[in-house]
Each structure stands twice: as C-alpha cells, then as structure tokens.
C-alpha cells in the first residue's frame, strides 16, 4: 500500500467561500497571476490545493507592523 498522502483540493466555490470573495474575485486573481496557485483538470475544472492557499496567504503583506510615533 502507498503511504502517500493525497490533498483534498478545494473547488472554486469552496475556496472563495473560505477566503469571503466572490467566485468572480478569485478568476479574476487566477487570470492577473495574483490568486494561490491552482490546477487545471481538463479544459474547465479548476482546483486549489489547501497546502499552495496556506503557502500564498502567508507571502501576503499584513499591516500593523509599524509602531506609531508620538508627537
């Protein structure tokens, strides 16, 4: 037996409802190169590894790291 581990990939529905956006949203990061990393399964299916999502959310810029100065 293969003890290889095998993700759930996530559907375009799937992954736009966990990140809150619309479906319109993450096509249109998908086709500027801004969205997670994703696999075409034939000529329409489009899925998302949680592992390539996890990984793209961590490279995003957050705010709050600046200290404020005090006048």
């Given amino acids: 037996m293969n003890d ?5 990939f996530l559907d375009e529905k799937q992954l736009a409802s966990r990140l809150r956006i619309s479906v319109g949203t993450l096509r249109l990061w ?3 190169g801004k969205g997670p990393r ?3 399964v034939g000529d329409q299916l489009v899925r998302y590894a949680p592992s ?3 990984d793209w959310l961590s490279r995003r810029p957050s ?3 600046v200290a404020a100065v005090a006048l």
Avoid: A, Q, Y
């Fill in 30 to 32: 998908r086709t500027d």
């Fill in 4 to 8: 290889e581990f095998i993700e759930t």
């Fill in 52 to 54: 390539d999502v996890n």
């Fill in 63 to 65: 705010g709050g790291g």
């Fill in 38 to 40: 994703f696999l075409k």
